[in-house]
């Protein structure tokens, strides 16, 4: 299985950019498709919202809320996924996961991994305005 650890969080102010990176280790990295998503506040029950998938092959889907400021990219070489971040406004502050699915497509990215995919930890984007 694959492990995932996420940095590049902080703080930024609204307009700002940033870049968060996932990196990867373990077997798999390479044919799993790979997915970031956010959660503004814990609360019980409360999901991670889908913001944008890159498959095996490069191929990417983006939710609504970010299409046109965000860009997910991947490194198979150095087993690591990026999220730029651009034109950023206070409603993107969230923790932000990354994860990995070695069957996922990008349709069922937008619902999460499934069980046989991981989560990294997060890492906090605070963006004020």
């Known amino acids: 299985q694959v492990q995932l650890v996420e940095s590049g969080g902080g703080l930024v102010q609204a307009g700002g950019s940033l870049r968060l990176s996932c990196a990867a280790s373990?077997?798999?990295?390479?044919?799993?498709?790979m997915g970031w998503y956010r959660r503004d506040r814990p609360a019980p029950g409360k999901v991670r919202e889908f913001?944008?998938?890159?498959?095996?092959?490069?191929?990417?889907g983006y939710a609504d809320s970010v299409k046109g400021r965000f860009t997910i990219e991947r490194d198979n070489n150095k087993k690591m996924t990026y999220l730029q971040m651009n034109s950023l406004k206070p409603e993107d502050a969230a923790v932000y996961f990354c994860?990995?699915?070695?069957?996922?497509?990008?349709?069922?990215?937008?619902?999460?991994?499934?069980?046989?995919?991981?989560w990294g930890q997060g890492t906090q984007v605070t963006v004020s305005s």
């Open positions: 373990g077997s798999g990295f390479s044919a799993a498709t």
């Open positions: 994860a990995t699915d070695p069957y996922g497509t990008l349709v069922s990215m937008t619902y999460g991994p499934s069980e046989r995919g991981s």
């Open positions: 913001v944008a998938a890159i498959t095996n092959r490069g191929s990417t």
